[in-house]
């Protein structure tokens, strides 16, 4: 397993964008696929973005797509989810997750081996 911390979150208006950190420990970061899920007050934890080991593949919420951008930098153990065109509904704890597997990547989060404390993101109209 690796070490999960995200960083990045904040209060933005609607309209605005935010990048996510989340950092990671130990030295085999790139042979995990990593992944975004957030869980809204009051909501179910919903999955956001994932992406393979080589950014080759990456899968997006349709809630999402066109405005997060999920991507990685393996020499400083670090994902991002770049977040655009921010609505009040993306209001939530967003957090890293890690899953030991160079090519697959999935939806459910209970198919991730590690997992982040979350950040805040909060979008006010």
């Known amino acids: 397993q690796v070490q999960l911390a995200e960083s990045g979150g904040g209060s933005v208006q609607a309209g605005g964008s935010l990048r996510l950190s989340c950092a990671a420990s130990g030295r085999t970061f790139s042979s995990y696929a990593m992944g975004w899920f957030r869980q809204a007050p009051g909501k179910e934890r919903e999955f956001a973005a994932a992406i393979t080991w080589n950014e080759r593949t990456t899968y997006y919420a349709d809630s999402v797509k066109g405005r997060f951008t999920i991507s990685r930098d393996n020499a400083k153990n670090t994902v991002y989810l770049q977040m655009s065109n921010l609505k009040p509904e993306d209001t939530a704890i967003y957090y890293c997750?890690?899953?030991?597997?160079?090519?697959?990547?999935?939806?459910?989060?209970?198919?991730?081996?590690?997992w982040g404390q979350g950040t805040q993101v909060t979008v006010s109209s």
């Open positions: 997750v890690a899953r030991r597997d160079l090519y697959s990547l999935s939806y459910t989060w209970e198919h991730y081996d590690s």
